[in-house]
């Protein structure tokens, strides 16, 4: 069974920084693209971070400059370095990642619990 798992959420204040880590186990399937999204009071599931399997990364307009995402393949993790966090920031925080079928003929998205971050004074 093919979990996600996120963990670093947390309150901070404005302007602080955040490590959000997040490591995929129970499954030796083979991982495309990781990435992060968040969803705050109120709104949609935004897009916040991707990383592809080769490192190729993407960000939302709204993080770039402040938020960086990175992956460890060798222990399937993919973590997101928040700085410079605006009380907007406070969202739950999912992570992804993008594993093969069992069948292996389609990718899969596999989705975190999600992590708090509370971005207040």
């Known amino acids: 069974q093919a979990q996600v798992v996120e963990s670093g959420g947390g309150l901070v204040q404005p302007g602080g920084s955040l490590r959000l880590s997040c490591v995929r186990s129970g499954s030796t399937r083979s991982i495309n693209d990781m990435g992060w999204y968040r969803q705050a009071p109120g709104k949609e599931r935004e897009l916040v971070a991707t990383?592809?399997?080769?490192?190729?990364?993407n960000y939302a307009d709204a993080v770039k400059g402040r938020f960086t995402i990175s992956r460890d393949n060798a222990k399937n993790t993919v973590s997101l370095q928040m700085n410079s966090l605006k009380p907007e920031d406070t969202a739950v925080y999912y992570c992804?990642?993008?594993?093969?079928?069992?069948?292996?003929?389609?990718?899969?998205?596999?989705w975190g619990q999600g992590t708090l971050v509370t971005v207040s004074s």
């Open positions: 990383v592809t399997s080769s490192g190729n990364t």
């Open positions: 992804y990642a993008q594993m093969l079928s069992l069948t292996g003929r389609r990718w899969q998205d596999y």
